[in-house]
């Protein structure tokens, strides 16, 4: 499994070598020059915290697809980006008025949307759901929609991080790596994924940061882990090297060391 740690920092593009990041559209969209990047890193649309700020999406998908392109030209290595899908968590459905089969059908039109708009980008489809009929749902969905899920490289499972119950998860990823498909975990809580890591051909996280918050900084320049790229590397290869001793599939890489800070 591939694992991408997530990051709040864009500038760490440029300084993280040979493991994946994932950076949110939120922490580039204002930005007037960009980093390049020196790691293979994805996009994270940061919808969960649009939809509870605003209730829908503010941003449109052509200004999506427009931010998406200078993110691949300028910064470059980008893997691939979330589209502006729509997460099923209780407060999020409770933000938007709307229904969890709302929330599907607009999370589908979108992906279509925005693959119409740029068919060069490596846009993610998403399943949302919250029960696992509803994913079920939502990969039907999909296949109406004329969107092979069995073909696509990486379909991402949303509205997995805030659970409490990670059976319930483990349940979703299953029942969707028996179809074969190549499963993403958006921000997948470590507690659990032992159980399951071997579903998923990647999956991130920045749970490292909230963890930070309550240990004090490693120097004088602050005062908590939270936002510290030394504390995040370590993080990092310490659940690499859980996970490798999980009995993960032998092509997984990772090779010591796991991280160079440029
Ligand atoms: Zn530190």
Redesign the pocket.
């Known amino acids: 499994m591939k694992f991408f740690l997530g990051i709040h920092q864009p500038i760490w593009l440029t300084r993280v070598r040979d493991i994946p990041l994932l950076v949110s559209h939120r922490r580039l969209g204002h930005r007037r020059t960009l980093p390049r990047s020196v790691t293979e890193w994805a996009l994270d649309s940061g919808g969960f915290t649009e939809l509870q700020l605003h209730g829908h999406w503010q941003t449109n998908e052509k200004d999506y697809v427009q931010a998406v392109r200078r993110y691949a030209d300028e910064i470059g290595n980008l893997a691939w980006a979330a589209p502006q899908d729509w997460m099923c968590e209780q407060s999020i459905l409770k933000r938007t008025g709307l229904t969890v089969r709302e929330h599907q059908r607009r999370t589908v039109r979108n992906l279509v949307r925005l693959r119409e708009l740029a068919p060069e980008v490596p846009w993610v489809p998403t399943l949302q759901g919250w029960k696992l009929s509803d994913y079920e749902r939502c990969a039907d969905l999909y296949h109406r929609a004329g969107i092979d899920l069995a073909a696509e490289p990486l379909v991402g499972i949303g509205t997995v991080c805030r659970r409490q119950s990670s059976a319930d998860v483990e349940l979703i990823m299953r029942t969707f790596a028996t179809r074969n498909l190549n499963l993403h975990g958006f921000g997948i809580k470590i507690t659990g994924l032992n159980r399951y890591a071997e579903t998923l051909s990647s999956s991130d996280s920045m749970s490292w940061s909230r963890r930070g918050r309550y240990i004090p ?3 004088p320049s ?1 005062r908590t ?1 939270s936002n ?1 790229l ?2 995040a590397l370590s993080w990092y290869r310490r659940i690499q090297t859980t996970l490798g001793s999980t009995g993960l599939p032998a092509d997984d890489p990772s090779p010591e060391p796991l991280a160079r800070v440029a």
Request: neutral net charge.
């Open positions: 900084g490693c120097g602050h882990e510290c030394r504390f």
